[in-house]
């Protein structure tokens, strides 16, 4: 009887102390948004014995058992996939803004409202040689406009392509861990705390892997994980990671702003993740860069016609104001207000006829002008970084929800974690009590002899 209650009080302490281990170490990563909850899993203990042709058995006490994550797959998919969606929009969002502030921060819309402003100022006294000096120094600035306008966005659009450059090797340094932790989880011991470990830390590469590309994954006997990229438009997926073997993902910027990812010979297009944002942002802002070199175009093209249609206030044919094709190559080609083209194609020298600037200043003004194109290239990138906004928002409340309920599942509850413990404490502190009473009794019975 004392030896019975030795091992069963010996074996309740010893699964207590293991318990109180696991409820420290959760305690200890209660801030751990990889870590997952550990449980440990305790049993009957049964002792048999047979004598003769008898067989008794009797309670022995308690058996630890594996150590168990509190883990559910298809919410872990949940948070993941809107984690994708979210880190999408976010880039998506971050590059358009950038382009926004390039475009707004360079001025340009305003340097052409005031060169079409002192262009107007003409018409009132169209031989002042200050008006005129003012006007051709307004072009000048507005030349440099397009140049800074065409740098902040080419930088925008750097740092866009820095950041997919940057986001494309996290995804394959995330897949390498996949395939390692995948290797290490077929030498693991099931129930182990390294095991729980392992998973923990596929979980987060997971995580990691799908806030850069949209991922579906299965698992396998072992819990590796085989890894495949969601793509669109909706495919089978292009295989990253398989068992001990992690692909590379490619990702290549085109002249004209388009993405080419790649993983071996397959090409793909990434259905969400922040590398599909970045690559809709890239092309978005290729499309403003056209449109700027399109408004320095017509800018040069429309100037330089109303200047062949006109004459100089000396009587001579009017000459080229601008030279260029581009934002980026535009140049002030009149530096002398007097060769300003304001007068019909034949008019003597000094004529105070506007008619062919009213011509160059409706040239400006039209709908097809540039002011109007680079308006609309404005509202037309506010419009669209005000819709993304808001489908951001609803993004974000789903994955929080998403993350919400994942945390319910697999995060430390201190308040319960610290009532674990004074309940551990308290079952300790009885087994050892229940050894106590066994040793005074063993040494009880032994005095009576």
């Known amino acids: 009887m004392p030896t019975s209650l030795i091992s069963i009080g010996r074996s309740g302490a010893a699964a207590a102390r293991a318990s109180l281990e696991l409820t420290a170490q959760n305690i200890a990563n209660a801030?751990?948004?990889?870590?997952?909850?550990?449980?440990?899993?305790?049993?009957?203990?049964?002792?048999?014995?047979?004598?003769?042709?008898?067989t008794s058995t009797a309670l022995s006490g308690t058996r630890i058992g594996n150590v168990q994550r509190a883990n559910s797959e298809l919410i872990q998919r949940q948070a993941r996939d809107s984690g994708s969606d979210l880190a999408r929009a976010d880039a998506e969002l971050s590059g358009l803004r950038d382009a926004e502030t390039a475009l707004e921060n360079s001025g340009l819309y305003e340097s052409l409202v005031d060169f079409e402003a002192s262009l107007t100022l003409l018409e009132s006294d169209p031989t002042d040689s200050a008006l005129r000096t003012g006007a051709v120094e307004t072009a000048r600035q507005l030349t440099q406009t397009f140049h800074f306008a065409q740098t902040a966005l080419t930088n925008a659009r750097t740092l866009a392509e820095g950041e997919l450059s940057v986001g494309t090797?996290?995804?394959?340094?995330?897949?390498?861990?996949?395939?390692?932790?995948?290797?290490?989880l077929v030498n693991s011991r099931e129930g182990t705390s390294g095991r729980a470990s392992l998973l923990d830390a596929r979980d987060a590469a997971l995580g990691?892997?799908?806030d850069e590309f949209g991922v579906s994954v299965t698992f396998d006997e072992f819990g590796g994980a085989e890894v495949r990229l969601s793509t669109s438009?909706?495919?089978?997926?292009?295989?990253?990671?398989?068992?001990?073997?992690?692909?590379?993902?490619?990702?290549?910027?085109?002249?004209?702003?388009?993405t080419v990812f790649s993983v071996g010979a397959d090409q793909f297009a990434p259905a969400t993740?922040?590398?599909?944002?970045?690559?809709?942002?890239?092309?978005?802002i290729a499309i403003r860069q056209s449109d700027l070199d399109a408004a320095a175009a017509a800018t040069v093209t429309r100037a330089n016609t109303a200047q062949a249609a006109g004459s100089a206030l000396d009587g001579s044919p009017g000459q080229p104001l601008f030279s260029g094709t581009n934002a980026s190559d535009i140049t002030l080609t009149l530096t002398d207000g007097a060769g300003l083209a304001l007068a019909p194609a034949g008019a003597p020298a000094g004529s105070r006829d506007t008619a062919n600037l009213g011509n160059l200043i409706a040239a400006f003004g039209a709908d097809d002008g540039p002011i109007s194109s680079i308006d609309r290239t404005?509202?037309?990138?506010?419009?669209?970084?005000?819709?993304l906004d808001t489908t951001r928002?609803?993004?974000?409340?789903?994955?929080?929800?998403?993350?919400a309920q994942r945390l319910s599942q697999t995060g430390v509850d201190?308040?319960?974690?610290?009532?674990?413990?004074?309940?551990?404490?308290?079952?300790?502190?009885?087994?050892?009590?229940?050894?106590?009473?066994?040793?005074?009794?063993?040494?009880?019975?032994?005095?009576?002899?």
């Open 31 to 54: 801030a751990n948004p990889d870590y997952v909850r550990r449980t440990n899993s305790q049993s009957e203990l049964v002792g048999s014995a047979t004598i003769d042709f008898q």
């Open 169 to 184: 090797g996290a995804a394959n340094a995330a897949a390498e861990d996949l395939a390692r932790i995948n290797l290490a």
């Open 208 to 210: 990691d892997l799908a």
């Open 233 to 258: 438009p909706a495919s089978a997926g292009v295989l990253l990671v398989s068992g001990t073997t992690a692909n590379t993902i490619d990702a290549a910027v085109q002249a004209d702003g388009s």
């Open 273 to 284: 993740g922040a590398s599909a944002g970045r690559a809709n942002a890239l092309a978005d």
């Open 378 to 387: 404005l509202l037309s990138l506010s419009s669209r970084i005000s819709g």
């Open 393 to 403: 928002e609803g993004l974000a409340i789903i994955n929080q929800s998403a993350e």
């Open 414 to 449: 201190l308040d319960t974690e610290a009532a674990n413990l004074i309940r551990l404490q308290q079952a300790f502190e009885a087994n050892s009590r229940v050894i106590q009473v066994a040793t005074n009794l063993f040494d009880t019975i032994l005095g009576l002899g």
